[in-house]
């Protein structure tokens, strides 16, 4: 890890307060989360790394995404409300401590380039339908990068392919090792054709972001 990054972690995230899954607080440390990247750096540190299952699309960048929503996606994969089975075992072998560390360590890397996003996002046509009659903006904001809760997630410039698959696994939840539990994004996305999600996952993708993918050295 270079130099410019070990001083971002300490000007922006040597010690954040992050919520446990059992009510407790745990202060996170970016610094102790470098360390502890070995299992998610083989996907998440290779630009345009792509899964194969349930079928092929790129994995999230989640370098900038909020540490409250990372923590928030490990504990559903620990319980099992999302099923991918590589990222249950890795969340499963993972601690309160590891997660918020973790966590921690990808909102500060996103910030090494402080990218600025327009204040409102303005869609049209067949988008501005769907993302209305879904009520999008509610949860994650009219620029889709400010969401109203530490635990929902940024998505404006997320893979288009990505979103797609997240939006339909919200459509699938009785299936052993694929799905999503969700009671909300569930009857949000159970309105919609795979189709429409697919509109829906390119105009989100077409938004300026402040999400990436930062490759580890050995990957550059």
């Known amino acids: 890890m270079n130099k410019l990054l070990s001083s971002i972690f300490v000007l922006f995230v040597t010690s954040v307060t992050v919520p446990a899954a059992m009510g407790q607080e745990i202060k996170a440390d970016a610094k102790a989360g470098e360390h502890k990247i070995a299992m998610c750096v083989g996907c998440h540190g290779i630009k345009g790394y792509q899964a194969s299952f349930p079928e092929v699309y790129k994995v999230p960048m989640i370098a900038g995404q909020g540490a409250g929503y990372i923590v928030s996606a490990l504990n559903a994969y620990q319980k099992g409300e999302r099923k991918h089975p590589s990222m249950r075992g890795i969340a499963t072998s993972l601690t309160e401590q590891d997660m918020a560390d973790l966590a921690a360590y990808y909102e500060a890397l996103g910030k090494q380039e402080v990218v600025a996003v327009p204040a409102k996002a303005e869609p ?22 400010t969401p109203i809760a530490p635990t929902y997630p940024k998505i404006a410039g997320q893979h288009a392919d990505y979103l797609f698959v997240a939006l339909k696994s919200y459509k699938t939840e009785s299936h052993a090792v694929w799905g999503r539990s969700n009671a909300i994004m569930g009857g949000i996305a159970k309105q919609f054709s795979n189709a429409e999600l697919k509109v829906l996952a390119n105009y989100v993708h077409s938004l300026p972001t402040e999400l990436k993918t930062v490759p580890e050295a050995k990957f550059k």
């Open 124 to 145: 049209t046509g067949k988008a501005a339908e769907l993302i209305a009659k879904g009520a999008c903006v509610s949860c994650h904001g009219t620029n889709f990068s």
